[in-house]
């Protein structure tokens, strides 16, 4: 179900008050694999947002064409945004139990709450969690609609980086024991290597894929700093272009 094929043409907007449009994708072909961990990186404002939003069907204006699967049954989409959005007159376990569907068992939610280590704090309100509990919260949200797609937008873009690691640690976790395909947007390319099966960098505006990186690296080799940083200089020395889409 998770499998996705990606042909966007073209995508503009149009400047306010003006009669002149800005392309912001061109030309842009990508394939993500089932159960599949992707990690997007380009340089800011190029249109990695806008693409999320395009896979996610919450933006339709665009010329081309995205499909999800087999297109016959609809697929479920777990979004994380940069922003938590958690509401905050309901506490953590209300904001997950929001997204559940009929009959959907809350023993997942238990789970999720374990996994995360926030089983402690899942009567709390959003206002007294801190930046990176309120993240795991919406990794949680998200995981619990039990997605065939996961799209993350710099999630941990926020947080210090011992937080940033454990929260990526624990977001692992979740993932290897349900396998879905995940789509990650990052400017870190540490991050990226820590996390993908694959690295794909992306053009400025007018984005489109410049190149596509497997990393070989096993998962208890990314465990160690020193194994990321000798592999993000192998790319750099072998790819120097990378270095103007960080």
């Not at 992707?38 to 404002?45: A, D, E, I, T």
């Not at 976790?173 to 990226?192: I, S």
């Not at 596509?212 to 020193?226: G, Q, T």
Request: net charge neutral; aromatic share 6%; glycine share 4%.
């Amino acid at each position: 179900m998770s499998h996705i094929e990606i042909n966007i043409r073209s995508k503009t907007y149009s400047a306010v008050e003006s009669a002149t449009s800005n392309k912001v994708i061109e030309n842009l072909k990508l394939t993500l694999n089932t159960n599949e961990f992707v990690c997007l990186v380009g340089p800011s404002g190029c249109g990695k947002t806008t693409l999320l939003n395009i896979i996610a069907d919450l933006d339709k204006a665009y010329e081309g064409q995205v499909l999800v699967g087999s297109n016959k049954v609809p697929p479920k989409i777990g979004y994380i945004f940069q922003n938590p959005r958690l509401l905050p007159w309901l506490t953590v376990r209300e904001n997950i139990e929001l997204v559940l569907q009929e009959g959907q068992s809350v023993e997942d939610i238990d789970s999720l709450l374990e996994v995360m280590k926030l089983t402690q704090s899942q009567h709390v309100y959003p206002e007294r969690l801190s930046l990176g509990m309120s993240r795991r919260v919406s990794i949680i949200r998200a995981f619990a609609v039990n997605p065939d797609v996961l799209l993350m937008d710099e999630p941990f873009v926020s947080l210090d980086a011992p937080t940033a690691r454990q929260v990526r640690e624990l977001l692992l976790r979740l993932w290897e024991n349900r396998p879905h395909t995940v789509l990650f947007v990052t400017h870190d390319l540490r991050e990226a290597i820590a996390l993908a099966d694959r690295i794909v960098f992306l053009s400025a505006a007018p984005m489109r894929v410049v190149s596509e990186i497997s990393v070989p690296l096993l998962r208890v080799e990314r465990e160690k700093e020193a194994c990321i940083d000798q592999f993000r200089q192998q790319l750099l020395n072998q790819y120097p272009e990378i270095k103007r889409l960080l």
